[in-house]
């Protein structure tokens, strides 16, 4: 009987300490600010700044980031 309950408090134990872990990965990941992101929504119709060089349209970030082209910044 003894055993039972220990092995019921160990299994709790670790499994707290899982959901924890696993909660403060996913925090981690949904509270990312400017560019420490990996990614990030960006709607069309809206811009992003890109330091030092201008706005970049969200629309045309693919179109950007492929040629680098200065004239698609804003």
Do not use: H
């Not at 992101?37 to 809206?46: D, I, M, S």
């Not at 680098?68 to 910044?73: D, G, K, Q």
């Amino acid at each position: 009987m003894k055993s039972i309950i220990v092995k019921c408090v160990t299994v709790s134990i670790v499994m707290f300490f899982c959901i924890v872990s696993l909660v403060w990965a996913v925090d981690k990941t949904t509270t990312c600010k400017g560019w420490a992101c990996e990614t990030a929504y960006c709607p069309n119709g809206y811009a992003i700044e890109v330091p030092g060089k201008g706005y970049l349209p969200c629309e045309l970030f693919d179109d950007y980031v492929a040629t680098e082209n200065r004239s698609i910044l804003r």
